[in-house]
């Protein structure tokens, strides 16, 4: 059974919003979303999905399908979501970047994936600065829509946001 809760991030750069299409061997082929995947608890089964493990996992999973590094605590909440069959959303905001970096990076991890003879995870980005423009790239991650409306009015959901959903309380 999936895990009921995913993390992405949203990786803003000078051109928009990373986002990337599911290559062929994804659960969502062609599909467009944000960088992210299933947060499993870490190490042995049943140990809470903590704060910091949820920041770390979000960033391995920008790292591993743009080729873009992050640092875990650089990371913000930006948005908490409940999508179909009650999976939760925890998305996280990275630094802004210059998108000639982000295409260099996922170039080259393009590469590295065809030198082994497998498929990268996100086989095309694009950058976005609306919904709008997100619709005109084709199907998309139910859930993205809103994010990326979100993003581009300048908001942002605060830390406590993330400590009432994780039980702790406190703002």
Known sequence: MPSPVFVTVLQPTDEGLVVGR???????????????GSAEPPGA?????????????AARELAEETGVGAEPGGLTLHAVTRGEYGKVGLHFLAPRL??????????D????????????????LAFVRSAAELYGLGPQAAYVPQLVARWAAPQRAGEGQLRNFL????A
Do not use: F, K, Q, Y
């Open 22 to 36: 599911g290559s062929a061997t994804t659960a969502g082929p062609g599909r467009w979303g944000l960088p992210g």
């Open 45 to 57: 089964a049943g140990l809470p999905l903590d704060e910091a493990a949820l920041r770390r996992h």
């Open 98 to 107: 210059p998108a000639a970096l982000v295409r260099s990076r996922h170039r």
């Open 109 to 124: 991890l393009l590469a590295a994936h065809a030198a082994r003879g497998d498929e990268p995870e996100l086989d095309r």
């Open 167 to 170: 039980g702790r309380g406190g």
